[in-house]
């Protein structure tokens, strides 16, 4: 059997977003004191501008307390915060590889949502121990029992053991503590064999990666010799510690121990998530079962504005991808836009917010493409490509079949809106597999549907017509064949890859002529007429004409308006300069992003 | 790229009185008070002394606002103590603005008298339901009186300013106007495009709605003035300016050409020495700090080579001599003239007809 580390719980919080991990997680934090009253601030671990901004968690953050128990025993308890968006959900199954033991926190208001559903199942998975939370008792509409009855029927989680919970008013603070004392499971040693999952890794301009580990046997201290296992490569370990959130040095970490570790490594591509950390000298002969690596799902082109800004760019790009290892990027170049990057995202919010990262934090002015999945192409030859631009489709001449990504959906609806969300569905070329009444109000609508229609406007649509009581969650499910085309934009002839698309042949008519209806709306008239066409296969199917501008003189020109004058045109001129040219035409920024709201 | 001298040849001088104020109009002016007036012009002269020594004048240009706003023995004594301080031996060419109703035959003699040769007479329309949509404080009636007076005052270059573009202005009518303008015989004719200035009654109404513009009706009214002028013996010289032969403002070809100047009053710019600078904007504060001995610049900005190029072709393009070609860089003056927005003559590139009325969009491509 091994050895238990009697006085360690490590344990994450999961939930549907928003329905209040990140505040609960700073309760603890206060109630055990791990922060003073002085560093108070609401959502303390969204320490990313933009998650302060949006009010969500996108990275996983661990950290360690001390809690003195009922008991009278002081325990040390690894806390990992993890967000909620589906996006982000590969981040979930790396903190619950790192724990024994699910704070599941349900709000009392909104009940069960798919995202509790998908996230409990992967709790099951990693066999740990669950501990629902009902938050938010505090609203006046909150329904504790109709939460207690959900999670049983739905998730068959008896609802007595569920702890009350405020996080906003911090009622049941401490319950939740004591649960997690007693109901989780310590950690487990099986031998001294260092053995560490690396579930998370940073990159620190002074001091490299930054690893994050969870020790599950063994230890690991400063001047060790250690290895990953994935690649074999050897470390001498600088420094360890612990977060409390912030880094503190510590001696070593022991098992059971979550921290962080620092060994002069230079880039974070050599320390894959999910890796196993071992002794140099000692290794483990297995690792650890790691998780599945993350793939991306959705890939768009990024590109500068100005085309000298390429190696900023790239320069800016590395940098996210310092901490983000589900972003990826490869050079790419584009007819109409020059030189640019491949970027692969995890879905569209990570995309939404790789980009405003890359405009905000590094003042880049960007153009992103239309996002697309990543399409398995089976060419006459029997060859089969992945094509994640549609720039690069074969040529139908040579093509056999298109297959394209399709995702297992779960939506949680009112039962009064089962029709439309199955007119939704049907919509998005899904078909529904299974319908299943939770209680007496709501039911799970399972489909298969192409990650393609869902990932723009899908969550929006449930959302609009359950009124915000709908909530859905996916996963992949492989691929299938379609009828697919591309579809492409002209620009006074020329095609504009950069709007280039595969939908599918019964979309692509109308989808066509709504984008080109879309981009006569947001190209300005300019000097020369401008003509937008949609073509399928060659085939013009809409076109719209931006007439060129009328007018745009100004009458008088006396002496005292020439400095007047010329810091207009010069002001028009940056305006120019600010939308991409492609030959004579300027087409403004919006312009690209108007494409990826037209459906 | 601009005559570099160490004497000014141009002078500008701003009267900022008008009669009335006009709702479309964002020059600077006020309303004429006469007890502001004797000490403002105190402060013009005592301006004018502090560049004596910089000038050697070939034009002067007395604008406004509504220089004739002020009275004979006002005009008649600023005017001899310019002539006292300044150099105005080579002058060849004084321009004053005159509106309409606003001299008399005794002051268009007095003008001429003390050397003023080109009267500049702001008479906008010959339609007088116009007339009264742009507010303006005289009838056609008085128009024509004032234009006959200068005649007969003796003016032999006389420029008239137009408007065209007045909501509710037909095509047939602005031809009207054009037709009633060449039959005087005006040396000079100024037609201007309405434009909707910031900060004015007229902006204020075309973005609420309360008066729409006919873009088109525009554009057709812009090609029809140049048309008729052309026809009857203008050449247009400046997108806006046309004249008889002989009779193109110098003052307005060194304003184009990037010349030096100097400028006397308030909201007056100067462009001397590499610099250009605007005197303050308000007459008030202009008067007491020139009396106070303080200068009245309110801004200042250094005039580089690539602020010359800029504004030389934004400028040069729209007048008939056009720029060097290769002040241009090929990959965006080529499309143009394949497109026949420019048209090449020589070694010089300008705005062909279709090209003028889309000037600022083509300057805003060109400029480097
Ligand atoms: N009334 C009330 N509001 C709460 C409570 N707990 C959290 N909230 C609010 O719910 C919202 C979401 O809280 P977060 O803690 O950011 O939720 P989250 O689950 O971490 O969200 P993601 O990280 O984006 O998945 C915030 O506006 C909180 O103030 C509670 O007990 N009562
Ligand atoms: C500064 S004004 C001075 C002349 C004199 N005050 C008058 O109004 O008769 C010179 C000319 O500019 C023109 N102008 C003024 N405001 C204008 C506008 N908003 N649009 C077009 N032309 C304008 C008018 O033709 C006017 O005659
Ligand atoms: S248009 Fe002439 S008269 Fe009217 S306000 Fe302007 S300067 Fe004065
Ligand atoms: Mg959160």
Known sequence: MGKTILRTRNFCIIAHIDHGKTTLSDRLLEFTGTISEREKQDQLLDSMELERERGITIKAHPVTMWYRAADGLEYRLNLLDTPGHVDFSYEVSRSLAACEGAILVVDAAQGVEAQTVANVHLAHKHKLVIIPVINKIDLPNADVEGVKKQLEDILAIPGEESILCSAKQGIGIGEVLEAVVQRIPPPVEEDEILRGLVFDSVFDGYRGVVGYVRIFSGSVERGQEVTLMSTGRHYEVKEVGIFTPKPQVQEKLVAGDVGYFIANIKTTAEVKVGDTLTDGKRPAEEPLPGFQEVRPMVFSGIYPINTADFEHL?????????????????????????????????????????????????????????????????????????????????????????????????????????????????????????????????????????????????????????????????????????????????????????????????????????????????????????????????????????????????????????????????????????????????????????????? | MGGVSARCKHLYVHIPFCPKICPYCNFYKEGANRWKIPKFLDALILESRKIAHLVELETVFVGGGTPTALSSPQIQKLFLVFKQYLDFSKVSEWTIEINPATVSLEKARLLLELGVNRASLGVQSWDSSQLLTLGRVHTIF?????????????????????????????????????????????????????????????????????????????????????????????????????????????????????????????????????????????????????????????????????????????????????????????????????????????ENVKLSQLGKILADEIAAELIP
Not at chain 2, 168 to 178: C, D, I, V
Not at chain 2, 191 to 216: C, M, S
Not at chain 2, 292 to 320: C, M, Q, S
Request: aromatic letters at 10%; a negative charge; one cysteine or more.
């Open chain 2, 142 to 346: 008085q128009a024509e009186r004032s234009y006959n007076i200068l005649r007969d005052a003796g003016f032999k270059n006389i420029n008239i300013d137009l408007i065209f573009g007045i909501p509710g202005q037909t095509l047939k009518s602005w031809e009207k106007t054009l037709e009633k303008t060449c039959s005087l015989k005006p040396e000079h004719i100024s037609a201007y495009a309405l434009t909707y200035e910031e900060d004015t009654e007229f902006f204020f109404k075309l973005k609420n709605g309360i008066v729409q513009r006919d873009e088109d009706l525009e554009v057709r009214m812009f090609h029809l003035t140049q048309q008729y002028l052309e026809a009857a013996g203008y050449v247009g010289y400046e997108i806006s300016n046309f004249a008889k032969e002989g009779f193109e403002s110098k003052h307005n070809w060194a304003y184009w050409n990037g010349d030096e100047f100097l400028g006397l009053g308030p909201s007056a710019f100067s462009n001397f020495m590499g610099h250009r600078w605007q005197n303050i904007e308000n007459t008030e504060e202009y008067t007491n700090r020139v009396h106070a001995g303080i200068d009245p610049k309110n801004f200042d900005e250094i005039v580089d080579y690539e602020i010359k190029l800029r504004e030389k072709i934004a400028f040069g393009l729209r007048t008939r001599v056009g720029v060097p070609k290769f002040y241009l860089d090929e990959q965006k003056s080529g499309p143009l003239i394949e497109e026949g927005y420019l048209e090449v003559f020589g």
């Open chain 1, 314 to 599: 790239k320069a800016a790009m590395s940098k996210l991808q310092l901490n983000d290892a589900a972003f990826v990027f490869t050079p790419e170049s584009s007819v109409a836009l020059g030189f640019g990057f491949r970027c692969g995202f995890l879905g569209l919010l990570h995309m939404e917010i790789i980009q405003e990262r890359l405009r905000r934090e590094y003042n880049m002015d960007i153009i992103a493409t239309y996002p697309s999945v990543v399409y398995q192409v089976e060419k006459t030859n029997g060859e089969v490509v992945e094509v994640d631009n549609p720039a690069h489709l074969p040529d139908m001449s040579v093509v056999r079949e298109i297959r394209e990504p399709i995702v297992r959906c779960y939506v949680l609806v009112p039962n009064e809106n089962i029709g439309d969300i199955m007119q939704i569905m049907m919509e998005k070329r899904g078909t529904v597999e299974h319908t299943e009444s939770l209680d007496t109000r709501r039911v799970m609508i399972t489909g298969i549907l192409p990650l393609n229609e869902i990932l723009v406007d899908f969550h929006d649509k449930i959302k609009s017509v359950t009124r915000g009581y709908g909530s859905m969650d996916y996963e992949p499910a492989g691929y299938r064949a379609a009828d697919l085309v591309k579809l492409e934009m002209l620009v006074n002839g020329e095609v504009v890859d950069a709007f280039s698309s595969i939908v599918h042949r019964d979309k692509a008519e109308a989808r066509g002529r709504a984008l080109a209806q879309k981009l006569k709306e947001v190209i300005p008239r300019q000097l020369y007429q401008v003509a937008i066409q949609a073509a399928i296969g060659g085939k013009i199917i809409a076109r719209e004409n931006v007439s060129a501008l009328r007018k745009n003189v100004t009458a008088k020109c006396y002496g005292g308006d020439i400095t007047r004058k010329r810091k207009l045109l010069e002001k028009q001129k940056e305006g120019k300069k600010r939308m991409k040219a492609i030959g004579t035409v300027h087409i403004p920024q919006e312009a690209f992003i108007e494409v990826l709201k037209a459906n």
